[in-house]
């Protein structure tokens, strides 16, 4: 690899973007100025984790608050499909062009096909602690928001039942820090848009520091080369033949050391190839999917453990709050000028 000067040009894009986070029980506000959320199809891949050579477990609870046993699993990596859009939202994978989707075709039980992640450019105001209210004097900033479809669905119903995102700040309330849990509400005014002042300060910063895709895209999953991604998938699938094998063991199986004979991924490389370069088609039925809570940058850098998102309430009606105290609200067209 090359040297590089200790410059700002030498600066990753995608390890300076800021991230909307919340800490639990966090309350905030936000706006969503782009009006049209970038995506990627990714895949999330996993593997339990081991203590000593032994699967571990960890407790949960159900929402109910009942406690059971499940898997704790370890990130491994986010790559971005490489399938194809239309084939992807027909029929979940696209062994053909994927070799993740690929090996989920082959091993459904231990790859899952990929899922929507979302990229929004938002402005978070700087609130008043323990509030929603924007704090004085008026200040805040630009952060992606990624979400996933759950999310989406819920912020296409706000936008059905109050008109644009521009128009109205969303209230935020942070259910679970560690896998971003939030109820969301509808506010029946945007403050950016109340008053010269706020406009000005939001419209520039927007001007400015906006995401471009390419920055959006990095904040979905990563672009995986091929011998990185087989050493991925290769590593799942020993992992659950693994615990496999070891719980086949652990219940006396007689059969256990040549159970897995079969499940080998000696040749999973060569596998994938072939698959890849067969004539099969992509309209066979897809394994089963299981949407996840959007994982953090933070839990993937500790190989922490995911699992799927808890019921979030539909948007709630919209608040009745206060006007602003100065100016008058802006209109849709107007909104649009500025920031288009």
């Known amino acids: 690899m090359p040297r590089a000067d200790l410059t ?89 062009n994927c070799k993740v989707c690929a090996a989920s075709r082959t091993h459904p039980e231990d790859i899952r096909g990929p899922q929507r992640r979302w990229a929004l450019t938002v402005f978070q ?17 630009l952060v992606v928001w990624n979400f996933n479809d759950k999310k989406f669905n819920e912020l296409v119903d706000i936008v059905e039942d109050f008109g644009p995102l521009r128009e109205h700040d969303i209230s935020i309330v942070c259910t679970n820090g560690q896998y971003q849990n939030v109820e969301m509400q509808a506010l029946p005014n945007a403050i950016w848009a109340q008053d010269e002042a706020s406009k000005t300060f939001v419209t520039t910063m927007w001007k400015e520091q906006q995401f471009s895709d390419s920055v959006l895209r990095d904040t979905c999953g990563r672009t995986v080369e091929d011998r990185f991604l087989v050493e991925d998938i290769e590593g799942v699938i020993a992992r659950a033949d693994h615990v496999r094998k070891f719980e086949a063991m652990k219940s006396g199986n007689p059969q256990a050391d040549t159970l897995l004979e ?37 839990e993937e850098e500790a190989s922490a453990s995911s699992e799927a998102e808890a019921s979030s309430p ?3 009606p919209v608040v009745e709050e206060p006007p602003a105290p100065t100016g008058e609200k802006i209109s849709v067209a107007s909104l649009d000028d500025l920031l288009d």
Request: aromatic share 6%.
């Open 262 to 298: 079969s499940a080998g991924t000696a040749d999973v490389a060569s596998a994938l190839d072939d698959l890849l370069g067969s004539a099969g088609s992509s309209d066979a039925e897809p394994p089963p999917s299981v949407e996840l809570e959007e994982p953090s940058t933070q």
């Open 8 to 96: 700002p040009e030498n600066v990753l894009a995608n390890t300076k973007t800021p991230k909307l986070r919340w800490e639990q029980g966090e309350k905030g506000r936000i706006v969503a100025l782009a009006q049209q959320p970038y995506f990627e199809w990714v895949h999330r891949l996993e593997k339990q984790q081991l203590a000593g050579g032994e699967p571990v477990f960890e407790t949960k609870k159900t929402r109910k608050e009942e406690e059971y046993e499940a898997p704790k699993m370890e990130w491994v990596s986010s790559p971005i499909c490489s399938g194809d859009n239309e084939v992807l939202q027909k029929s979940g994978i696209d062994p053909d």
């Open 125 to 141: 105001y700087n609130c008043a602690p323990g509030s929603n209210k924007p704090a004085v004097p008026f200040s805040g900033k």
């Open 314 to 316: 539909a948007p709630s």
